[in-house]
């Protein structure tokens, strides 16, 4: 069974910190960009971040450059998000989604991720 796997969401105040995870099992992460999603509610799912397969390009929404980092360790089969001075506008379900590739320098946020995990929910909230 191909699937992904997030954890680590969770409530948090604002101005801290969550690390979020996504582990695949069934496949290897080796030869697939990853991102990250999120869909708040009564919202568009946005694109948040994604990495290359190489793990040597990422990409950014504007709305968490400077505060999200994102990661993978292939060893792992994992890729994380870190999340750091967290805001209210950040709640939202969180996805993690991989698409194979063989352009391994690039990721992009468009519809041809077809793996896709289950979500998990970030609060932001005092």
């Known amino acids: 069974q191909l699937q992904l796997v997030e954890s680590g969401g969770g409530l948090v105040q604002p101005g801290g910190s969550l690390r979020l995870s996504c582990a695949a099992s069934?496949?290897?992460?080796?030869?697939?960009?990853i991102g990250w999603f999120r869909q708040a509610p009564g919202k568009e799912r946005e694109g948040v971040s994604c990495?290359?397969?190489?793990?040597?390009?990422?990409k950014y929404a504007d709305s968490v450059k400077g505060r999200f980092t994102i990661s993978r360790d292939n060893a792992k089969n994992t890729v994380y998000l870190q999340m750091n001075s967290l805001k209210p506008e950040d709640t939202a379900v969180y996805f993690c989604?991989?698409?194979?590739?063989?352009?391994?320098?690039?990721?992009?946020?468009?519809?041809?991720?077809?793996?896709w995990g289950q979500g998990t929910q970030v609060t932001v909230s005092s």
């Open positions: 989604a991989a698409y194979r590739t063989l352009l391994f320098n690039l990721c992009v946020f468009d519809d041809r991720y077809n793996y």
């Open positions: 069934g496949f290897t992460l080796v030869g697939h960009a």
């Open positions: 990495i290359s397969s190489s793990g040597g390009n990422t």
